[in-house]
């Protein structure tokens, strides 16, 4: 039996193409794209197809649209939350519960610090140390303290050098410690995660390659220890799409 696939939406040809137009003519973000009058005659379209193939940008984060006379969509640097978005809904429909994602971070991160030892740069280093000042005088206030942690972890994902691994760890900070399902962190589990964030920040400053990978292997395995220990229950239970927004 022969399946034949379901042609692209107009509006999304459209979109695709605003897209590659939008990079060859060399964009950048902020400015302007053109106003709808000149899109509706470069692509040949009705006004309908126009306004949505926008909105499927806008969506995605793409383009923001400007209102008033001298509005029209504006480039934007996509952030990661679309696609955060986007693996949380994917994952509540397969119902698949929290440890995915601890297990997600135990195959890739420390991979990432690997690349990260050999390509981080020094400014990089020194928003890293800087998130590990704000951590140590924070032991006692867990929302400052966690925040410092995500900070600590996207610095090192975004210097790895790939921007695929960079927006995946990114995606996924706001809900890897798991907070908002309810994993907690005590005081001691607090002063833990400083010290194997210390172990792993001595590394990369150090360009050492190997060691990074380890005290991250080490250092994200120790987290799942604890997770699995203390909250089996919710290790198990599934993030729900609204609660990751």
């Not at 135990?106 to 000042?133: F, G, K, N």
């Not at 790895?160 to 996924?172: A, E, I, K, M, T």
Request: hydrophobic share 45%.
């Amino acid at each position: 039996m022969t399946t034949t696939s379901r042609a692209p939406k107009a509006a999304m040809v459209v979109a695709q193409q605003i897209v590659r137009d939008t990079l060859r003519d060399g964009i950048r973000s902020g400015e302007l794209l053109d106003p709808e009058r000149i899109m509706l005659e470069k692509y040949q379209i009705g006004r309908g197809t126009l306004r949505e193939a926008l909105r499927i940008l806008e969506v995605q984060g793409v383009i923001a649209l400007k209102p008033g006379p001298r509005g029209g969509p504006i480039l934007l640097d996509p952030d990661a939350s679309h696609l955060a978005s986007t693996v949380i809904l994917l994952m509540q429909m397969k119902n698949a519960p929290f440890t995915a994602i601890a297990e997600a971070r135990v195959a890739l991160e420390p991979m990432i610090s690997r690349l990260a030892a050999d390509r981080i740069t020094d400014d990089a280093l020194a928003d890293l140390r800087q998130t590990i000042v704000v951590m140590r005088d924070s032991l006692d206030d867990q929302h400052v303290f966690l925040e410092a942690n995500k900070r600590f972890h996207d610095v090192i994902a975004w210097s790895c050098g790939n921007p695929l691994f960079g927006y995946l760890v990114d995606s996924l900070l706001g809900i890897m410690d798991g907070t908002i399902i309810g994993i907690d962190y005590p005081a001691p589990r607090r002063a833990a995660i400083l010290e194997a964030h210390q172990s792993i920040e001595s590394a990369l400053v150090a360009r050492d390659a190997d060691l990074s990978r380890d005290r991250m292997s080490q250092h994200i395995n120790e987290y799942m220890r604890y997770a699995r220990r203390k909250f089996p229950d919710v290790m198990e239970s599934v993030i729900p799409w609204d609660r990751a927004l």
